[in-house]
């Protein structure tokens, strides 16, 4: 893989361990680093929209396109830029729209989680089976971001059990889960047809 293009995750099972952090080079680390800034303010951007959703008891249900752009930068970018957008984005989110870091910024651990999972595998954007795992592994690391978040609101900010159960880890997971597994293949998707435009378009400069 060419590192003109810059944030593209399809490794192979043979890809050196390097090349699947895309960190195998200073150029490849450049445009990692890139991608969790650019992933860290679309986060930050994406949770200054207030989206609509309806409150059913304990359970809440709606989008958060927020989670699915931290799925979206690991499965495209691998597992360390997934971590990063996460942890990052979650920080910036506390100190510009809540104005104090919570929980010494555990909780962007929890959120860097989800782009950590989702960023394990190699994808082929292209094929539907691809899609569907990647689902998947947004679903598994949304359930382990929610489990961490809510031990993260038990031991560390030390609220009520049932607080900790009906507004962290039900409220995560009724409006994670819907989030993840269908918005981030299709972030995942889009990605990939402006990617493949611009390369496209590059390279037709070049000729020329």
């Known amino acids: 893989m060419s590192e003109t293009e810059p944030i593209k995750n399809q490794p192979t099972p043979d890809t050196p361990l390097n090349e699947k952090l895309h960190l195998q080079n200073a150029n490849a680390v450049m445009w990692t680093l890139f991608a969790v800034l650019l992933g860290a303010l679309i986060y930050l951007g994406a949770k200054m929209i207030s989206m609509p959703y309806v409150a059913v008891g304990f359970f809440t249900l709606g989008l958060v396109p927020a989670l699915a752009v931290v799925a979206a930068v690991g499965a495209i970018r691998g597992p360390i830029t997934g971590f990063l957008t996460g942890y ?76 900790a159960i009906g507004f962290q880890l039900l409220k995560l997971l009724t409006l994670g889960l819907p989030s993840v597994i269908l918005l981030t293949p299709l972030f995942a998707r889009v990605w990939l047809i402006i990617s493949t435009r611009v390369i496209k378009s590059t390279q037709s400069t070049n000729r020329i």
């Open 88 to 163: 990052i984005g979650e920080l910036l989110v506390n100190i510009i729209l809540n104005g104090e870091i919570v929980a010494f910024t555990l909780y962007g651990v929890a959120f860097g989680v989800l782009g950590l999972v989702a960023g394990l595998p190699s994808y082929d954007f292209t094929r539907g089976r691809s899609l569907a795992k990647l689902s998947i592994l947004c679903a598994i690391g949304m359930i382990f971001a929610a489990l961490l978040t809510t031990v993260i609101g038990l031991y560390v900010e030390r609220v009520a059990f049932l607080v």
